[in-house]
């Protein structure tokens, strides 16, 4: 029972264009949500985070946007660069208590120069 | 960079014999976590530790046993391996040593049991 999916394995965009990124849940009680980057042979790295009490969070060229609706959420990535190609992992917050994580199954960019 | 350290990174060991991985972090943070991620799974949590001597499972913890002496490492043991745990390993760390929302992740063991 997957409660945080990305649908899309892997994305191909142009240097300069958006990339977007998605994300769904099914645990309407995930209070927290962030996207982290993942490069080959290195560990996750945290990229950019969102509350369920907004819809946007900016940081940089990257923002995320959260649908409590719809329960989705989505990274933008603006402009994309070739040095943004990596996995990127959605990932919800469990518990408030112990800050357990559940990730979806990653999505490969590829930003092409 | 968060101090995260990981042994050892890569490891190819037969099935039934027991392995240990170890997490070292040089944060003092009161949160650790291990990981494994395979293909098409994305990350799923082993065990995690909320202080010294106090642990709790995760939702793939068959077959895994951790322990947490000191503050600064964090044990995992695959008590007899098996084919299936052949993955990468990732232990993560909470900053400020709270369950705050970001993880600061080590660099990864691959374990190859054959």
């Known amino acids: 029972d997957q409660q945080v999916k990305q649908n899309s394995p892997s994305l191909s965009v142009q240097e300069g264009r958006i990339s977007i990124l998605n994300c769904d849940y099914t645990n309407s009680m995930f209070d927290y949500f962030l996207w982290y980057k993942k490069y080959p042979a290195e560990g996750p790295t945290f990229l950019i985070s969102i509350s369920s009490i907004k819809d946007k969070n900016e940081d940089g060229r990257f923002t995320v946007f959260l649908n409590k609706s719809a329960k989705h959420l989505s990274l933008h990535i603006v402009p994309s660069q070739p040095g943004d190609s990596a996995v990127y992992f959605c990932?919800?917050?469990?518990?408030?208590?112990?800050?357990?994580?559940?990730f979806g199954q990653g999505t490969t960019l590829q930003v092409k120069p | 960079d968060a101090g995260i350290t990981q042994s050892p990174r890569h490891k190819v060991t037969e099935t039934g014999t027991p392995v240990t991985l170890r997490c070292h972090q040089t944060?003092?943070?009161?949160?650790m976590y291990w990981y494994r991620q395979d293909p098409g799974h994305g990350l799923r949590l082993i065990h995690y530790s909320y202080g010294v001597k106090d642990t709790d499972k995760g939702e793939v913890s068959d077959g895994y046993s951790v322990s947490r002496s000191k503050t600064e490492d964090f044990l995992l043991t695959l008590e007899s391996a098996t084919s299936s745990q052949t993955s990468v390993y990732f232990c993560a760390i909470s900053e400020h040593g709270e369950p705050s929302y970001e993880q600061y992740f080590g660099p990864g063991t691959r374990l190859t049991v054959t």
């Open positions: 990932a919800a917050r469990g518990s408030s208590n112990t800050g357990k994580l559940i």
């Open positions: 944060e003092n943070h009161r949160y």
